[in-house]
C-alpha cells in the first residue's frame, strides 16, 4: 500500500468506510471494514493522520486512534456536508470528509478525554430527568384540573396537589390510584435529581477551573461545569467573540452588496450550553431591577432601552466572551474591569 497522507473514517455501528489519500491528492485506499477489523486496520499502518465526523462514539475512537500513535481530527457535521457530491452515500460521505480536512481554514474538534465525557454524561442524564419531571408536573396538573384541583406555580407545589386529589372524598377509586403513582414518579424524579446535583457539587470541586467560573454572575453551577467540559480547548478560539458565535449568540449575517443586514441570533452551537446562559442573564438582570447583585452601568443603560429578553441575550454574549478569557487565562474573575463604581 502506497503511503497514506490522510484518512477520513466514516463511522456507523458496524460499518465503517474508510477514503484515503496520498501527498498527491490520489485515492490510495477506498474500502469498507467491519467493526471488529477497524482498530486492527489503524494498527497495521504508520502513523498517520485520520479524520472522523464529531458524532456519537468518535470521541472514544479517537481516544483510541491516538493510542495508535495517530493524528486524529474530528469535525463537524455541517462543515463536511458542503463537499458531498451528488448521490449521497458511505463512500461519498468518506470522500466528502477527506476533503473537507485538508482546508487549511477548517475547525477541528478536540477529542475529549474519559473525565470530561463522563462529566458530560452527568449534565445529560440530568437534563434528560429535568425533562421528565417538567412533563409530569404538567401532566398531574391538567389531571387535577379537569376535577377542579388547582394550585400556585412551582414545583413544590405538586406533592400538595397530589396530596389533595388523594384525600378527595369524590374522587373515583381508580383517579386516586393514577394520582398516587404520579407522586410517587415525582418523588422519585426529585430524589434523583437531588443525588445527580450533589454529584454535580462533588465534580466541581475537583475542577480548579469550574470553581473561578462560578464567580461569575449568571453562570451558576451548571454554567461552570458545562463551559470546560464542552470546551476543552478554548484557545482554539482566536477571540471571546468567535466564542460566543461558537455558541450562537451573535446575529445572524446575510449581509451583501456592501448594505449590513444582521437578524436574530444564529443558535448555532450547545443549545444546552446556550441556554443556561441566558437563563443566567435573565437571573442577573431580575437581581439589577431589584437593586442586587452587580451594578454595571450598560445594563442599566440597555435595559432603558430594549426589551428584557433583548437585554439577557445581550448579557449572555458578554458573559461568555468573560468566561473565555478566564478559560484561556487562568484568571479569576474581576467585577472592578465591568463597573468601575463597583471598584470604589
Not at 24 to 42: D, G, M, T
Not at 177 to 202: K, M, N, S, V
Not at 253 to 272: F, M, Q
Amino acid at each position: 500500500m502506497e503511503e497514506i497522507s490522510r484518512i477520513f473514517v466514516d463511522t456507523s455501528k458496524q460499518v465503517f468506510q474508510l477514503h484515503g489519500v496520498d501527498v498527491s491528492e490520489q485515492v490510495v485506499v477506498r474500502r469498507k471494514l467491519r467493526r471488529a477489523q477497524f482498530l486492527a486496520f489503524f494498527a497495521g499502518l504508520r502513523p498517520t493522520v485520520v479524520g472522523l465526523e464529531a458524532c456519537a462514539a468518535s470521541h472514544h475512537w479517537a481516544r483510541e486512534l491516538m493510542a495508535l500513535g495517530h493524528e486524529v481530527r474530528l469535525i463537524a457535521p455541517q462543515h463536511i456536508k458542503p463537499y458531498v457530491k451528488r448521490n449521497k452515500n458511505d463512500a461519498r460521505d468518506a470522500e466528502a470528509g477527506c476533503e473537507a480536512m485538508s482546508r487549511p481554514t477548517m475547525g477541528f474538534v478536540p477529542a475529549k478525554t474519559v473525565e470530561q465525557q463522563g462529566g458530560l454524561m452527568l449534565l445529560k442524564h440530568r437534563e434528560r430527568l429535568v425533562a421528565e419531571r417538567t412533563r409530569l408536573s404538567n401532566a398531574i396538573r391538567g389531571h387535577a384540573a379537569e376535577f377542579g384541583w388547582v394550585a400556585a406555580a412551582g414545583l413544590d407545589k405538586i406533592p400538595a396537589l397530589v396530596t389533595q386529589a388523594l384525600e378527595a372524598a369524590q374522587a373515583p377509586a381508580a383517579v386516586q390510584g393514577i394520582f398516587r403513582r404520579l407522586g410517587a414518579r415525582f418523588a422519585e424524579l426529585q430524589g434523583e435529581i437531588a443525588e445527580l446535583d450533589r454529584e454535580i457539587r462533588a465534580w466541581r470541586k475537583r475542577s480548579a477551573i469550574s470553581l473561578r467560573l462560578a464567580e461569575l454572575p449568571g453562570v451558576g453551577e451548571l454554567g461552570s461545569m458545562m463551559l470546560p467540559l464542552k470546551t476543552p480547548d478554548p484557545c482554539g478560539f482566536k477571540s471571546g467573540r468567535d466564542f460566543a458565535a461558537w455558541i450562537g449568540l451573535t446575529a445572524r449575517d446575510h449581509s451583501t452588496a456592501g448594505k449590513l443586514r444582521l437578524g436574530v441570533i444564529t443558535k448555532a452551537g450547545d443549545e444546552a450550553l446556550r441556554a443556561v446562559l441566558v437563563a443566567g442573564a435573565m437571573s442577573v438582570i431580575r437581581q439589577v431591577l431589584l437593586g442586587r447583585g452587580p451594578q454595571w452601568p450598560w445594563l442599566a443603560e440597555l435595559l432603558q432601552r430594549k426589551p428584557r429578553k433583548l437585554a439577557a441575550v445581550a448579557l449572555a454574549n458578554k458573559l461568555a466572551r468573560i468566561a473565555w478569557k478566564m478559560m484561556v487565562s487562568g484568571e479569576a474573575f474581576d467585577p472592578a474591569r465591568l463597573s468601575p463604581a463597583a471598584a470604589a
